[in-house]
C-alpha cells in the first residue's frame, strides 16, 4: 500500500477486475518567450532616410532628435542599437552644419540623457569616446570647441562618479591644451592624472598619458624631463598590446627627441618606422608630418656633413648639392602618393639649403607659411637652419677680409644693414671668429688666428691650484687657532 508521501501523479487508477487503456499523454505546449521582442522598425526607417546623399545635414538633424527622443521609450537590444548609430550620425551632421555649439551640449544634454540612463556604463563610456574622437576629426581646427566638450564631459562623469571615463576625457583635455599651446595647464592635469593612474596601474591609459607628457615637455624645451616621460611610455607599453596608431605616436616622438639630440639618422628611421604604421592604415593627415620630419633629417644630415653644421652652430667647408638631395623622396611611391603643397615645400628648401641661399630660403618660408611655420619641430630646427646659413655666408664673405665695410657686407649678402650688424657682433661675442666692429667708421675689422700660448695656459693652471693650496691651509690654520683659544 503506497503511502501519502509516494503518491503518484496519475489521471485515474486501473480498476482491479480487468485493463482499460490508457488515455493518451497531453502534446507539450510551446514555450512562451517571456518578452516579446521590440518592434522597433520605425525607429530603422526614420534612419536609414537620412542616407540619402541629397539630404542636407540640417534636414537630418530633426529626424536624428526624433530618434533619441523616441515617445514609446524603447531601450531594448534593438532600439539602443539603433539610438547609438543615431547618436554617432547627430554628432557629425552638427560639425558638418557648423552647429559647434550644439555639439558642445550634445552629450551632456537632455537630447542623450534618456538613451544613457538606459545602457550600462561601459556602453556609454564606449558611445562617449567614439563620439568625442569623431567631432575631433571631423572639426580638428576647433580647439576651443573640443576643450569645451572635454570640461563638459568631465563635469558630467564627475556628477555621476564615472572615474574612469572621466580620467579618459582628462588625457583627451590634456592633448587638446597641449595643442593650443597651454603648456601650464595640460601639465597640471597631466601631473594630477598621472597619481591615480598609478594607483589604479591602468597601464593602457599610463601610455598614452605618458606621451602626452613628453609632448607638453617637449613643447616647453625640457627635454631631460620630455625624454624620462617616453621612457615611461615604452615601458608600460612593453606590458601590453598596444595598437598601431598609438604605436606609431610613440615612434614618432621617439624621432622628435633624436632629431633634437642631432642624431639625425635614428630619427629618420624612427620617423620611417612611424610612418609605414600610418600608410598601411591609410592614415594621410597623421602619416603626412612623418614624411615631412624624414624630409628634414636628410636635409639637415646632409648640412650637418657638407656645412659641418651641428648643434654647436659649428661650420665649415661649401656645401654639396648632392649632400641634401632628397629628389628620391620626393619622386618614388610614397612622394607620388603624397603629393601638394607639402612635399613642394620640403623641396624647396632642400634646394635653397643646397645653395646656401639666404635670399631665396627666406622666399621659401614666405611663400609656405602654413606648411613650414604651423609645426614645432619643423619650425625650430627651420630657424636653428637659417641662422647657421646666415653665419655660414657671413663667415665665406669676410674670410679674404682683414678690414671690410659692414654696408658691403650686407649688399653681398642681400640683406638690412642693422641685421647684418647685429649678426656680426653676436658672432664675436660667441667666439666664431676674432674682430671688432667700428661703427663710427662702418668697418668690420677681422684679426687673423693666433695660436693660442701653451705656457701661459699651464701658468694660469698653477697659478689656479696654487689659489686652492693656500685657501685650504688658511681655513685649516684659523681652525687650529680656534681649538688652542
Not at 490508457?22 to 522598425?41: F, G, L, T, V, Y
Request: hydrophobic share 40%; aromatic share 4%; with cysteine.
Amino acid at each position: 500500500m503506497a503511502t501519502e508521501g509516494e503518491s503518484m501523479d496519475v489521471d485515474s487508477a486501473a480498476p482491479s477486475g480487468g485493463d482499460t487503456p490508457m488515455s493518451p499523454p497531453k502534446a507539450a505546449e510551446p514555450i512562451q518567450p517571456e518578452e516579446e521582442e521590440e518592434d522597433c522598425s520605425d525607429l530603422s526607417d526614420l534612419l536609414e532616410s537620412i542616407n540619402d546623399a541629397s539630404t542636407t545635414p540640417s534636414a537630418k538633424i530633426p529626424v536624428l532628435t526624433s530618434i533619441l527622443n523616441d515617445p514609446a521609450e524603447r531601450h531594448g537590444p534593438k532600439a539602443s542599437a539603433i539610438k547609438e548609430r543615431a547618436v554617432y550620425a547627430l554628432a557629425r551632421a552638427y560639425c558638418e552644419d557648423n552647429r559647434h555649439d550644439e555639439v558642445v551640449t550634445l552629450l551632456t544634454g537632455a537630447a542623450c540623457a534618456p538613451f544613457f540612463a538606459n545602457i550600462t556604463k561601459a556602453k556609454c563610456a564606449k558611445v562617449v569616446r567614439a563620439v568625442l574622437d569623431a567631432v575631433c576629426a571631423l572639426a580638428p581646427d576647433k580647439l576651443d570647441m573640443q576643450a569645451q566638450i572635454c570640461h563638459n564631459i568631465i563635469a558630467w562623469c564627475q556628477a555621476e562618479k564615472r572615474s574612469f571615463l572621466r580620467q579618459r576625457v582628462e588625457t583627451k583635455l590634456a592633448s587638446v591644451l597641449f595643442q593650443q599651446d597651454k603648456y601650464a595647464e595640460a601639465l597640471a592635469l597631466v601631473d594630477n592624472l598621472l597619481l591615480e593612474l598609478k594607483k589604479l596601474d591602468d597601464k593602457q591609459l599610463l601610455v598614452e598619458t605618458h606621451l602626452v607628457e613628453s609632448k607638453i615637455h617637449h613643447g616647453l624645451r625640457g627635454m631631460a624631463k620630455s625624454k624620462a616621460a617616453l621612457t615611461a611610455s615604452r615601458t608600460n607599453a612593453n606590458a601590453i598590446y598596444v595598437a598601431p596608431a598609438l604605436q606609431s605616436q610613440i615612434d614618432l616622438m621617439s624621432g622628435v627627441l633624436h632629431c633634437e639630440e642631432g642624431d639625425y639618422d635614428t630619427a629618420h628611421s624612427y620617423f620611417l618606422e612611424a610612418f609605414e604604421q600610418l600608410d598601411q592604415l591609410d592614415d594621410r593627415d597623421k602619416a603626412m608630418p612623418c614624411l615631412k620630419y624624414m624630409m628634414l633629417c636628410r636635409i639637415l644630415d646632409g648640412l650637418s656633413k657638407a656645412l659641418g653644421i651641428s648643434a654647436s652652430g659649428t661650420m665649415g667647408i661649401r656645401s654639396d648639392r648632392a649632400e641634401v638631395d632628397i629628389s628620391g623622396m620626393v619622386s618614388g611611391k610614397r612622394g607620388v602618393k603624397y603629393a601638394g603643397r607639402d612635399m613642394e615645400a620640403m623641396s624647396a628648401i632642400a634646394a635653397a639649403a643646397s645653395e646656401r641661399s639666404l635670399k631665396d630660403y627666406e622666399a621659401v618660408l614666405a611663400k609656405y607659411p602654413n606648411e613650414l611655420q604651423d609645426d614645432l619641430l619643423i619650425r625650430h630646427h627651420l630657424k636653428t637652419l637659417q641662422e647657421q646659413l646666415l653665419e655660414s655666408n657671413l663667415i665665406r664673405i669676410i674670410e679674404p677680409y682683414s678690414c671690410v665695410e659692414i654696408d658691403h657686407v650686407a649688399n653681398l649678402i642681400e640683406m638690412p644693414l642693422p641685421v647684418v650688424e647685429k649678426k656680426l657682433s653676436q658672432m664675436i661675442l660667441d667666439g666664431k671668429f676674432h674682430g671688432i666692429l667700428d661703427q663710427g667708421k662702418g668697418q668690420l675689422i677681422v684679426y687673423e688666428e693666433t695660436d693660442t700660448d701653451k705656457a701661459m695656459e699651464k701658468g694660469l693652471k698653477v697659478i689656479e691650484n696654487m689659489d686652492k693650496v693656500v685657501t685650504s691651509l688658511f681655513s685649516r690654520s684659523q681652525a687650529l687657532r680656534s681649538m688652542m683659544i
